[in-house]
């Protein structure tokens, strides 16, 4: 019986060829003939990142086979401008960053990234309002973070008359704010 299966004749370990950072994910590329293995890394995976010789928790790692990528997050955002030190340690037990082939990653350290991505300095602007009853839902040109404004930070007319706000919600996805009135709006009313 004649086997026709081929044996791999990669030999070459995955090396680090590059890695963006980006708020709280930093991205390190690798070279490889072939893809990474997408086995499930625990915990930093044997990756260790610092910023001006302050650790910043790797908090997991996840490998994208076939970009050959493996990418880290972080227990913070790393700001514009700032520079991070990546280093990597093959664990001696569990999962390790390794090509198809069973190919351990090499091992590097003090890797330099910098965030050059800018930030995002544009406000969101309001684009549309509509009222249903006592709802006054604000919907924003860009997604929203998830910070609840004081009902304070709200001022509401109807007719020329204030009308206060009892309740904020944000639907940061959705883009929206909704504000709860202290009373409904009538149809054909002006703010």
Request: proline share 4%; hydrophobic share 40%; aromatic share 4%.
């Amino acid at each position: 019986m004649t086997n026709n299966t081929t044996a791999s004749s990669d030999t070459t370990p995955p090396a680090l060829a590059s890695a963006t950072v980006n708020g709280n994910q930093l991205v390190l590329s690798y070279t490889e003939t072939n893809n990474l293995d997408a086995a499930a890394l625990a915990g930093n995976a044997g990756f260790t990142v610092s910023s001006t010789g302050t650790a910043i928790t790797v908090t997991g790692a996840v490998v994208n086979g076939a970009a050959k990528t493996v990418t880290l997050t972080l227990s913070r955002a790393v700001t514009y401008g700032e520079t991070v030190s990546v280093s990597y340690t093959k664990p001696a037990t569990g999962a390790v960053v390794q090509d198809a082939d069973g190919n351990d990653a090499v091992d590097f350290s003090s890797q330099v990234v910098r965030n050059t991505t800018p930030e995002d300095t544009t406000p969101p602007a309001l684009s549309s309002a509509t009222v249903n009853g006592d709802q006054l839902v604000l919907t924003w040109s860009e997604a929203l973070d998830n910070v609840i404004p004081a009902t304070t930070a709200f001022r509401v007319s109807v007719n020329g008359d204030a009308r206060g706000v009892r309740e904020v919600v944000v639907n940061a996805a959705a883009k929206t704010v909704t504000l709860t009135l202290d009373s409904p709006v009538t149809r054909g009313t002006r703010g």
